[in-house]
């Protein structure tokens, strides 16, 4: 079968040889075939560039970047991009995650169908094990992936896996440093935390739609500890509301201003709940039954529902209740850690996860 458009995926990594042949594998299984797989090794020390050429990839070497993931893919994106036409797409995936397998037809043939749309991503999920930790984030990304899908646009276009059009990029790099914050000619903006974020943010301001198609998943790694789940947590508020900082306001950041404001009385309206509630108890040590049970009842039917794609281990997890209580609460920490770190003006490490075994 023949294509108009030519697709390129380039996958930035550093330090992957145990993830990267798998992603590459996933590529190879599309049933829209890409037309090249390029490998960007970022400050690699392991056998990340060896891998990948088995594997059928091509594999380049960053030369003198300190700007982590932005400035890999603005190194890459300067050498191909003038050798690509106007119609062809550009894959950005991250090195630790797997396409399904319909996963480039039905993005491309999404931006084939409306030329308004910039980027296209696919919904994320969690990758098995991990055991209490993994699976909570597991039955996280189920509920993201579904808000997702009942939206006009994704807020975030996911790091895992985005179609982006030449033509767009290319915008993009013409008005950073006007429109757009950045240095002129960047496609990413190295001075963000959070590149694919700020790139969403670019996108929409210059008018380009970004979506997500129903049929486009991507499976990728969860954070192995409660360490690496904070820090990666951390660097993801804290990139957002440094994001937003950077645009300040606009028709396109009015809606994510007022999404992080509603986050934030989210939680302080569970905290000062609990507060009352345990204030109640300790005065008039007595419970309703009947109102307790239909509160509960409505609440946790919501949350089975809304999980139900995570299987049975994610049904009984949230189930049992406590848990998802005690991770809203783990959230509430990072997210008020991020808002503090921003207002401080602290700088947040990138917290990188060596996968073990090649």
Request: net charge neutral.
């Amino acid at each position: 079968e023949r294509h108009s458009e030519g697709v390129i995926a380039l996958i930035p990594a550093h330090n992957e040889e145990a993830s990267i042949g798998e992603t590459i594998r996933s590529l190879r299984q599309q049933t829209r075939p890409v037309d090249r797989i390029i490998v960007v090794c970022d400050n690699c020390t392991d056998g990340t560039a060896d891998v990948a050429i088995l594997c059928g990839a091509e594999a380049i070497a960053t030369l003198g970047n300190t700007a982590k993931k932005a400035g890999a893919l603005n190194q890459a994106l300067r050498w191909i991009l003038p050798c690509l036409g106007s119609s062809d797409l550009v894959l950005v995936m991250d090195a630790d995650s797997q396409l399904n397998g319909d996963w480039i037809r039905v993005a491309a043939a999404a931006m084939r169908d409306r030329a308004s749309v910039g980027a296209s991503c696919g919904a994320f999920l969690a990758e098995d094990g991990g055991g209490l930790v993994g699976q909570l984030q597991r039955n996280e990304y189920v509920r993201y992936a579904r808000s997702n899908r009942r939206r006009r646009q994704v807020p975030v276009l996911s790091g895992t896996g985005t179609l982006f059009r030449v033509t767009a990029l290319r915008e993009v790099a013409r008005e950073r440093g006007q429109r757009l914050p950045g240095v002129y000619g960047d496609f990413y903006n190295s001075a963000s935390i959070t590149e694919d974020d700020e790139m969403t943010l670019a996108l929409k301001t210059l008018g380009w739609r970004c979506e997500c198609p129903p049929g486009c998943e991507t499976v990728t790694e969860v954070m192995p500890t409660w360490g690496d789940l904070f820090w990666q947590r951390i660097r993801w508020q804290k990139g957002a509301l440094g994001d937003l900082r950077a645009y300040g306001v606009s028709r396109v950041t009015m809606a994510y201003w007022l999404r992080q404001a509603l986050i934030y009385l989210a939680f302080g309206a569970s905290i000062a709940c609990w507060a009352i509630i345990i204030s109640s108890l300790a005065g008039h040590p007595a419970i309703n039954v009947p109102w307790t049970a239909g509160v509960l009842s409505v609440t946790l039917t919501e949350r089975l529902w809304t999980v139900r794609r995570a299987g049975t281990r994610g049904l009984l997890l949230c189930a049992l209740v406590i848990p998802e209580m005690g991770y809203d609460m783990f959230r509430f920490a990072y997210f008020a850690r991020a808002l503090a770190d921003e207002l401080l003006h602290r700088e947040t490490a990138w917290n990188h996860v060596v996968r073990a075994g090649a």
